[in-house]
């Protein structure tokens, strides 16, 4: 299984990124996908995740309003829309799969993990 997150970068506050993670090795669309960010000092937290369907996404309060999860059960691949960015959402972002949907939001319960993509929020 391969999980592949790309798009981060640096960017001014308010700007607006999206990033991408496309899956491989697994049959995408009975997992629950996530995003999942790390920051300096910080312990790994949950962002944002999104059900087999598609239809439904759920997210930390700290980003709620402002980030979009969506997916492509076709292309095997999710999306991190990120809007009105602030200093405090850099971080490192990693997508992550989780087989059944009991505590999507815990860190220590996914399946897979992709490697990473870095955030940089300047103010």
């Known amino acids: 299984v391969q999980l592949q997150a790309y798009g981060g970068g640096l960017v001014q506050a308010g700007g607006s990124l999206r990033l991408s993670c496309a899956a491989s090795?697994?049959?995408?669309?009975?997992?629950?996908m996530g995003w999942f960010r790390q920051a300096p000092g910080k312990e790994r937290e949950f962002v944002a995740a999104?059900?087999?369907?598609?239809?439904?996404?759920n997210y930390a309060d700290s980003v709620k309003g402002r980030f979009t999860v969506s997916r492509d059960n076709v292309n095997n691949t999710v999306y991190l829309q990120m809007n009105s960015l602030k200093p405090e959402d850099t971080a490192v972002y990693y997508c992550?799969?989780?087989?059944?949907?009991?505590?999507?939001?815990?860190?220590?319960?996914?399946?897979?993990w992709g490697q990473g993509t870095q955030v940089t929020v300047s103010s």
């Open positions: 090795g697994l049959t995408f669309s009975t997992y629950v």
């Open positions: 992550a799969a989780k087989a059944g949907s009991y505590d999507y939001t815990g860190v220590e319960k996914q399946d897979y």
């Open positions: 999104i059900m087999w369907s598609g239809r439904t996404g």
